[in-house]
């Protein structure tokens, strides 16, 4: 993004007094209201979330209601995101306890269809909600002037081999593998323009692999920590060579609040904290930690496509703007994550054997 309309230069360090988190009932936008009604309690949150099969209201229970406001909806509908960025007050709204509220003055946009294994199956939502909802949203930031903060992958810029001595930097061409993958970097693609274009005050951030509580049982580190506990020995697709680069939930909360409010306007940074592991290693470690054999599992068909290998190089966030992970201990965040697993057994079990299912149908 770095030709722009008006050329770069630093976001006020300001903190926004009211943020629009799409996607905030799902794994990463929970976390992120949590870490900020624990760091910012100046900042209103207000969700806007479909509540998908990946969402759920209750992830954001525990957040004081006087800092949040929960809309349930879709962010393709355009009229309904006009209506919660309108600043004009009507004569109900100013009767009412919400409109004590400032306008919103910032969205930050996590709502995204995001399992590849889905988006092997059917493309469609995926272009839906990732392409024409984040068109939606830009198009809203752009009549509100708002600043926009877009969250995206690195898995847009494709894979690695397991042997290449380099890392995914800002410089890296886009070379996406998966439906999945496409539709983030067509969505990455359209908030560049909008700022090229239109001088949308946006920055993106594309990051490696988040673990941490909350997140679905269909992802890697949740579906073997939940087949251990549920019975059914975990899966590993192929060989389980290939690598992720995993960062803990709460680090990229960190980083993403600090694009927010320092990072420079029109600028992508790459998020990650070293944390390269290959899936099997992790396997490994799960079924160490919960005291099982190191082979109880099964060896199930590969991902079509699958991505070989991820790995950041997150040296421009961490120059720029200081930022740096604080949860570097993998094993122990390991930990922790199958704790909360184990302690919120109500939480995963409605959504286990439907996934299982699925999987079982897509042989793996
Ligand atoms: P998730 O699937 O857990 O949550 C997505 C949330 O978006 C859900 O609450 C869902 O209900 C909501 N949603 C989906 N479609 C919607 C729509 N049309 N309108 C409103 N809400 C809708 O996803 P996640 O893992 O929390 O990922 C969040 C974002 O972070 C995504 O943009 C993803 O691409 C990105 N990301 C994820 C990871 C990761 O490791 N999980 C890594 C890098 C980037
Ligand atoms: O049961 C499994 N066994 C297995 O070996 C599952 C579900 C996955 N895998 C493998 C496939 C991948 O190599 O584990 C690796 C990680 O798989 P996922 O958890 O599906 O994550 P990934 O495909 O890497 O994508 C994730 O990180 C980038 C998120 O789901 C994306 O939203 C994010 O953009």
């Avoid at 470690?285 to 919960?290: D, G, N, T």
């Avoid at 699925?358 to 042989?363: A, L, S």
């Amino acid at each position: 993004m770095s030709h722009a309309a008006s050329s770069p230069s630093p976001s006020s360090a300001t903190v926004p007094q009211h943020i629009l988190v799409t996607g905030g009932a799902g794994f990463i936008g929970a976390n992120f209201a949590h870490w900020v009604a624990r760091n910012h309690p100046e900042t209103h949150i207000t969700v806007l979330d479909a509540l998908t099969y990946a969402g759920k209201r209750e992830n954001l229970d525990g957040i004081f209601p006087d800092q949040l406001t929960f809309v349930h909806g879709d962010i393709c509908d355009a009229a309904l995101v006009e209506s919660l960025l309108d600043r004009t007050p009507s004569p109900a709204s100013a009767a009412s306890p919400a409109s004590a509220q400032p306008p919103i003055d910032a969205i930050v946009h996590f709502a995204a269809e995001s399992h590849n294994d889905n988006s092997i199956l059917d493309a469609s939502p995926f272009l839906k909600t990732n392409v024409t909802g984040t068109y939606v949203l830009l198009e809203a930031a752009r009549r509100h002037d708002l600043r926009f903060h877009h969250i995206s992958t690195d898995e847009v810029y494709g894979d690695l081999a397991l042997d290449d001595p380099h890392k995914f930097t800002e410089r890296s061409p886009y070379n996406p593998s998966s439906p999945y993958s496409a539709s983030k970097a067509a969505s990455d693609h359209l908030v560049r323009a909008w700022h090229r274009t239109y001088g949308l005050r946006a920055t993106i951030s594309n990051c490696s692999n988040n673990y941490g509580p909350y997140q679905h049982v269909e992802k890697f580190i949740p579906r073997q920590i939940t087949n251990i506990l549920a019975g059914i020995r975990p899966k590993l697709y192929g060989q389980g060579l290939a690598v992720r680069d995993w960062i803990n939930v709460e680090d990229h909360c960190s980083a993403i609040w600090t694009i927010l409010v320092r990072g420079r306007i029109g600028e992508t940074y790459l998020v990650g904290a070293n944390g390269e592991h290959s899936n099997i290693d992790v396997l490994r470690m799960i079924l160490e930690h919960m005291g099982r054999s190191p082979d109880d599992f099964d060896h199930v068909n590969d991902r079509p496509g699958g991505d070989v290998r991820y790995a950041i190089d997150a040296t421009k966030i961490e120059t720029e703007l200081g930022w740096h992970p604080r949860f570097t201990d993998f094993s122990a965040g390991l930990d922790r994550t199958i704790d909360w697993y184990r302690t919120h057994q109500d939480w995963w079990m409605p959504d286990k054997m439907a996934t299982e299912e699925k999987y079982r149908r897509q042989g793996h």
